[in-house]
């Protein structure tokens, strides 16, 4: 269970990542954002996948502020969840080492 949460950590990383390189180059001309979605991988963890979007007629850059922050926002909340649920794993093994000791 905890590596689904750490490749859930990973991807939303990922994520993170590609949305911030989009709100940094809001002001470049020609610019098309990346479009992340996570998928579940085949050993049940998640995987972040990119593509380009398509450029309209304009020359102004693509990207969406208002998405790309509440973007920002889901994913923050995701990776802290995880990470919580990483915590409270590592108390229940410490704890179930102890017993065993």
Do not use: C, W
């Amino acid at each position: 269970m905890i590596s689904s949460n750490l490749s859930s950590i990973v991807a939303n990383q990922s994520y993170m990542n590609a949305s911030a390189a989009n709100v940094s180059n809001v002001s470049s001309d020609g610019f098309a954002p990346l479009q992340t979605t996570l998928h579940e991988g085949s050993s049940g963890g998640v995987r972040a996948t990119f593509s380009q979007q398509s450029m309209d007629a304009s020359a102004r850059s693509q990207t969406n502020l208002a998405a790309e922050f509440t973007d920002q926002v889901a994913i923050e909340t995701a990776v802290s969840s995880n990470v919580t649920t990483v915590k409270t794993q590592e108390k229940m093994f410490g704890s179930l080492l102890d017993i065993k000791a």
